[in-house]
T-cell receptor, first 113, second 117 residues
Framework: DQQVKQNSPSLSVQEGRISILNCDYT??????FLWYKKYPAEGPTFLIS?????DKNEDGRFTVFLNKSAKHLSLHIVPSQPGDSAVYFC????????????FGKGTRLSVIA | GAVVSQHPSRVICKSGTSVKIECRSL??????MFWYRQFPKQSLMLMAT?????????EQGVEKDKFLINHASLTLSTLTVTSAHPEDSSFYIC?????????????FGSGTRLTVV
């Protein structure tokens, strides 16, 4: 039972355009959401996060939007750069206690120059 | 920021042997560390939660006698894959949360690529 779903395994975007990566979750107890970027044979690196009390968080070129009623979040990257090419994982957690992250399957983003 | 060091980064072992993977928090103390496993083109699947000074908590379907976890200090957790088989070949990643930060304080190690031949 996949609690965090990333239904697009891959996405190709032209350099300079916007990349939109989507994520859905099923567990209404999740109250914190994160996006990680991962290169092959490396551990994930944290990108941006959002608390369930917010609907938007922005950090430079990265913006995460949260729609709680739809249990949906998205990561926007604008403008996209070739260096953004990687696998992006959506993760969710319950902030109470030291709970682990639950990950989606990831979306491979390719930014074409 | 918080740094988690994982060693080795790659290991090749023969079937039937055991392999130990170390995960260290370098600049913070972690009472809890998490071990994940990733198959090709798959998600990071939580294997177990490692608790300092007590037994690890394993996820359903993960054999605790095969994947031994020891969290003997506040900065070190080890995962030992015992009697390894080719199907254990995978990418193993640990993570820890720096208690000084908020919900985004999870830092990941660089991962260990295990190949069992």
């Amino acid at each position: 039972d996949q609690q965090v779903k990333q239904n697009s395994p891959s996405l190709s975007v032209q350099e300079g355009r916007i990349s939109i990566l989507n994520c859905d979750y099923t567990n209404s107890m999740f109250d914190y959401f994160l996006w990680y970027k991962k290169y092959p044979a490396e551990g994930p690196t944290f990108l941006i996060s959002i608390s369930s009390i917010k609907d938007k968080n922005e950090d430079g070129r990265f913006t995460v939007f949260l729609n709680k009623s739809a249990k949906h979040l998205s990561l926007h990257i604008v403008p996209s750069q070739p260096g953004d090419s990687a696998v992006y994982f959506c993760a969710a957690q319950r902030l109470s206690g030291n709970t682990p992250l639950v990950f989606g399957k990831g979306t491979r983003l390719s930014v074409i120059a | 920021g918080a740094v988690v060091s994982q060693h080795p980064s790659r290991v090749i072992c023969k079937s039937g042997t055991s392999v130990k993977i170390e995960c260290r928090s370098l600049d913070f103390q972690a009472t809890t560390m998490f071990w994940y496993r990733q198959f090709p083109k798959q998600s990071l699947m939580l294997m177990a939660t490692s608790n300092e000074g007590s037994k690890a908590t394993y996820e359903q379907g993960v054999e605790k006698d095969k994947f031994l976890i020891n969290h003997a200090s506040l900065t070190l957790s080890t995962l030992t894959v015992t009697s390894a088989h080719p199907e254990d070949s995978s990418f193993y990643i640990c993570s820890a949360r720096d208690p000084r930060t908020g919900g985004n304080g999870y830092t990941f190690g660089s991962g260990t690529r295990l190949t069992v031949v």
